[in-house]
């Protein structure tokens, strides 16, 4: 099992920066990749940006040149620096963990989700 912790989210005009966190604790030996999700009310979750265990990072074409994804394997921990925001970032934003386990030609994989952090952006 991994958990995951997020914080950092708050209330921020528009323009403003932020900082998300994600601590993971557990079977954090058996995590590959990482990612920030969002979702707005009435919207599907959608994949803001990711990063893998060698440090490949890929962005939703909504963020890129605003928003980056940083990993800190040191301390276990995930981060998204957001600035630039808008409005339309306004979400409840998710860290997200994919974990696998298990000999080669057996691969166990499994997907954790944090609790999410809101993050509103006034206009």
């Known amino acids: 099992q991994v958990q995951l912790v997020e914080s950092g989210g708050g209330l921020v005009q528009a323009g403003g920066s932020l900082r998300l966190s994600c601590a993971a604790s557990?079977?954090?030996?058996?995590?590959?990749?990482m990612g920030w999700y969002r979702q707005a009310p009435g919207d599907q979750r959608e994949k803001v940006a990711s990063?893998?265990?060698?440090?490949?990072?890929s962005y939703a074409d909504s963020v890129k040149g605003r928003f980056s994804i940083s990993r800190d394997t040191t301390q276990n921990t995930m981060f998204l620096q957001m600035n630039s925001l808008k409005p339309e970032d306004t979400a409840v934003y998710y860290c997200?963990?994919?974990?696998?386990?298990?000999?080669?030609?057996?691969?166990?994989?499994?997907?954790?989700w944090g609790q999410g952090t809101q993050v509103t952006v006034s206009s």
């Open positions: 997200s963990a994919v974990s696998e386990w298990g000999p080669v030609e057996r691969v166990q994989k499994a997907t954790y």
């Open positions: 557990g079977r954090i030996r058996s995590i590959v990749d």
């Open positions: 990063i893998s265990s060698g440090g490949l990072t």
